[in-house]
């Protein structure tokens, strides 16, 4: 009798550790599995940037951004000053259209006042850069086919002017041509940047008399 008790015993105590070891075995993540994948697929989606971050995101860089704002203020020899300009060489104005953001809202110092036909331009850097679309300005003078005729939209030219990384040389295709007065300016930039000096060119209808 008591042989059988203790055969009854020891099934029970087996019975018991193998249902111990099911309970364990079905408690364990998957071979390969990261028990903390979960928590850390959160934390990965705490990190990632909302669709209105994303929207706020420059992905495209300014074409202006390689842009050489100070220049050295040399002028083509053949480029004339305005005898009777609106802004005169020394006074202030304030910018109101510019090609850049920054220069928008200036206050800006004339340095000088030109004559010409000023363009823009759409053209292909010699550096081996983007496309530069209807970029503004470059002046008859910097064009070296320039002769005494204006030249008309869409006519293909090869470039002079330096303003830019990879422009000077550049083949260019005329996108709009005005005559004007072009104002060589020194100017601070809104977004607090460093002062710019001899920067070529802003037109006269980008400009307005300080209040």
Known sequence: MKKKIMIGSFSLVTAFALAACGNDEDSMPDEGMDPDSDNNMEDMKDEMPDND????????DDEHEDMDHSSSGEVP????EEENPTFEAGSQAM?????MEEMEGAEATIVGAYDTTAYIVSYDPTNGGERVENHEWVVHEEIEEAGEETFEPGTEVTLEADH???MEGATAE???AEETTVYMIDYTPTDGGEEVENH???????LSEVE
């Open 53 to 60: 971050d994303m929207d706020g995101m420059d992905m495209d």
């Open 77 to 80: 020899d053949e480029l004339e």
């Open 95 to 99: 910018v109101e259209g510019g090609h």
């Open 164 to 166: 830019m990384d990879g």
């Open 174 to 176: 005329i996108d709009e």
């Open 200 to 206: 070529k060119w802003v037109t006269e209808d980008e």
